[in-house]
């Protein structure tokens, strides 16, 4: 992955980052949003909230590798709903405690 990354891919859509403004999107020339959508169909998140998200995790991942860590994984947070997990969900590693709300108990 060393290099420059082939762009254009999705036809209509341009993907745009400046250092400043973070990422959007156009597609046809005009403005959209980026999204997060379940298998069904399901919105769960849209616009600047998955743009900054989307932008954090892929700048987290590029220092690690800077840094010659690059074999660590970066994950967004997870924040638990109970409304939208499922049994893999469910499935930890090592074994942890959850409170009521899904937070890490102690």
């Not at 420059?4 to 005009?30: C, F, M, R």
């Not at 010659?68 to 997870?78: D, T």
């Not at 709903?81 to 090592?94: E, G, T, Y």
Request: hydrophobic residues 40%; charged residues 20%; neutral net charge.
């Amino acid at each position: 992955m060393i290099g420059t990354q082939p762009v254009g891919t999705i036809n209509g859509v341009v993907i745009s980052a400046v250092s400043h403004e973070g990422l959007s999107v156009t597609v046809d020339g005009k403005a959209a949003r980026l999204a997060i959508l379940t298998d069904d169909g399901r919105v769960i998140a849209s616009g600047n909230q998955v743009a900054k998200e989307v932008e954090a995790v892929a700048l987290n991942s590029y220092r690690n590798f800077l840094k010659g860590q690059g074999y660590l994984r970066v994950h967004s947070k997870r924040s638990f709903n109970r409304d939208l997990a499922s049994d893999a969900d469910l499935v930890c590693d090592s074994p942890v405690k959850l409170t009521a709300d899904g937070r890490l108990g102690s």
